[in-house]
C-alpha cells in the first residue's frame, strides 16, 4: 500500500500560497465593501437632491396685506342680517373679493398708477388670496365694514424668487419676474411685509392648476383608501389560498399547475393588471370610473400572488415537529394549522404582506389605466368618490411645465417616502409582536 506524501506546511510554496489566498479574500472583502459604498452614495446623492427640493415644496411665501371690507363691497348685506347671523352664504360667496385683494396691494405701492405696472403689481399675489379672503368672510360675517389683516400666498414666480431658486440676472425677455417686480419684492423684504413659512395649503388641500396652491392631502387620502381595500381584499384570500395550497391540498398535475401559474403571475408586468382591471371592473361591472375601491381592487389581483408565495414560504418554514406533536396529542388537521402552524408562520406572512403592499404603493401603470390620473382637487371623503395616489400625483406634477412643481413633485417624494416607513414600521412591530421562537 503506498503512503501519500506528506506535505511539508511550513515549506516557502505553502507560505506563497497561504498569502496568496488572504490577498484573493481581501480583494473579494474590499470589493465587497465598495460595492456597498457605492450603492450608499448613490442613495444618499438621489436623497440629498430630492430632499433639497422637496423643502422648499413645504414651504409657502406670503404677503402682509390689510384689507378693507368696505360695506359697499356687500351692497345687498344689510346690517340686520350682520347682527343676526342671517346672511345669506351666497351673496357672500359673489363679493368681488378680487378687487378687495387689488385695492389692499395698491396701498402698499400707491406711487404705481400706469395700467401695464398694476397688472403686473397684482400678478404677484396668487389667486388663492382671494378664495382665503372669501372664506374669512362667510365664516365671520361680522367682519364686513372692518378692515383685517391676512397674509396672502404670494405667485409662484414669486415663491420661487425669495426661495432662492430663481435668477433674474440677464436680459428681462428672457425672465418670468420683471425688473419693476423683483424691485418690489425686494421692498417688501425691507419693511417685513412678506415672509416664507411652512405651508398648511400643502398638507390641506388637494391638487390646484396654480402650484403655489397645490396640495398633497388629497393624494394621502385617496392612497390610503386604496390601500385600505387592497389590504382587505388580497391579505384573507392570499392568506387562505396559502394555507390550502401549503396544507390541504394533494400533491398532484393540479397543485402543481397552480403553484407554476401563481409565480409566472408574480413576475405579470403591473400595467397588465391594470388593463385587467379596467376591462372587468370599470366595462364589465360598471363601477365608478377613478375611484379607490377600483384601483384597491386592481392593486389587490397585483399583490395576490406576492401574499401567496411568501405566505407558503412561512408556512413551510414552521418545523415539521410542531405538527407531529399536535397530531400526536389528537388533534385534527384544521386545530393544527390554525392553532400551531398559522400563529408560528404569521410573522413570514406579515413580511410577505408588507412586501406586497409596498409595490402598491408605488404603482402607477395600472391605474393610470384605470383613470385615477384625472385632475382631482377634492379631498376624497369615500371608496367611490374620484381621487388619485401619491405616485400618480408625483407624475402629474413633474409632467408639468411650471419649475414650481418641481418642488411639490420632491415633496411628494417625500412624502411617500414617509408613508412607505409608516407601513414598515407597523408590520415591523407587528412581526415582532408575533415572532415566537423555537
Known amino acids: 500500500m503506498n503512503k501519500l506524501p506528506q506535505t511539508d506546511w511550513f515549506s516557502d510554496e505553502m507560505r506563497d500560497r497561504t498569502k496568496a489566498r488572504h490577498r484573493r479574500n481581501r480583494r473579494f472583502r474590499q470589493l465587497g465593501f465598495s460595492g456597498v459604498l457605492l450603492a450608499l452614495t448613490i442613495l444618499a446623492v438621489l436623497l440629498g437632491g430630492i430632499t433639497l427640493k422637496g423643502i ?16 359697499e363691497y356687500f351692497s345687498k348685506v344689510t346690517h340686520e342680517a350682520i347682527e343676526t347671523n342671517t346672511v345669506d352664504a351666497e351673496l357672500l360667496r359673489k363679493a368681488n373679493y378680487g378687487k378687495m385683494v387689488r385695492t389692499a396691494l395698491m396701498d402698499l405701492f400707491p406711487d404705481v398708477t400706469k395700467r401695464r405696472d398694476i397688472r403686473k403689481l397684482n400678478r404677484l399675489v396668487s389667486v388663492g388670496a382671494k378664495n382665503q379672503l372669501r372664506m374669512m368672510v362667510m365664516e365671520q360675517p361680522s367682519l364686513i365694514g372692518s378692515t383685517v389683516q391676512i397674509w396672502a400666498p404670494v405667485n409662484a414666480d414669486v415663491d420661487s424668487f425669495v426661495k432662492g431658486g430663481m435668477v433674474v440676472e440677464g436680459a428681462e425677455s428672457d425672465r418670468r419676474l420683471a425688473d419693476l417686480q423683483v424691485e418690489w419684492i425686494r421692498s417688501l423684504e425691507q419693511t417685513d411685509n412678506i415672509r416664507t413659512i411652512l ?22 387620502v385617496g392612497s390610503a383608501l386604496t390601500l385600505l381595500v387592497t389590504l382587505l381584499v388580497s ?24 403553484e407554476v401559474n401563481i409565480n409566472n403571475l408574480a413576475a405579470v408586468p403591473s400595467i397588465v393588471y391594470g388593463l385587467l382591471g379596467l376591462a372587468i371592473f370599470l366595462n364589465f361591472f360598471d363601477l365608478p370610473r377613478s375611484a379607490p375601491v377600483v384601483g384597491g381592487l386592481t392593486l389587490a389581483m397585483m399583490t395576490l400572488p406576492t401574499i401567496i408565495i411568501a405566505g407558503r414560504v412561512a408556512l413551510a418554514a414552521v418545523p415539521s415537529s410542531i405538527r407531529d406533536a399536535a397530531t400526536g396529542l389528537g388533534a385534527s388537521k384544521t386545530q393544527v394549522t ?31 389605466m384605470i383613470g385615477m390620473v384625472a385632475f382631482v382637487v377634492d379631498v376624497p371623503g369615500s371608496f367611490s368618490e374620484p381621487a388619485t395616489v401619491l405616485p400618480v400625483q408625483v407624475f402629474l406634477w413633474a409632467d408639468r411645465p411650471e419649475p414650481a412643481f418641481i418642488e411639490k413633485a420632491s415633496a411628494a417624494i417625500l412624502v411617500l417616502l414617509g408613508f412607505l416607513l409608516v407601513m414598515n414600521g407597523v408590520a415591523i412591530y407587528l412581526r415582532d409582536k408575533f415572532e415566537k421562537k423555537w
Not at 199 to 219: I, K, M, Q, T
Not at 239 to 244: N, R, W
Request: proline fraction near 5%.
Open 199 to 220: 405651508s398648511s395649503s400643502f398638507f390641506d388641500s388637494g391638487d390646484s392648476r396654480e402650484p403655489e396652491l397645490a396640495g398633497v392631502w388629497g393624494a394621502v
Open 56 to 71: 422648499d415644496g413645504f414651504r409657502q411665501t406670503q404677503i402682509s396685506l390689510t384689507v378693507d371690507l368696505n360695506a
Open 235 to 258: 391579505l384573507p384570500l392570499g392568506v387562505a389560498a396559502a394555507i390550502y395550497l401549503e396544507e390541504f391540498a394533494s400533491k398532484g398535475r393540479w397543485s402543481g399547475w397552480i
Open 338 to 368: 390554525f392553532d400551531h402552524i398559522l400563529p408560528l408562520a404569521l410573522p413570514g406572512i406579515l413580511t410577505g404582506s408588507i412586501i406586497g403592499m409596498a409595490r402598491a404603493l408605488g404603482e402607477t401603470a395600472p391605474l393610470l
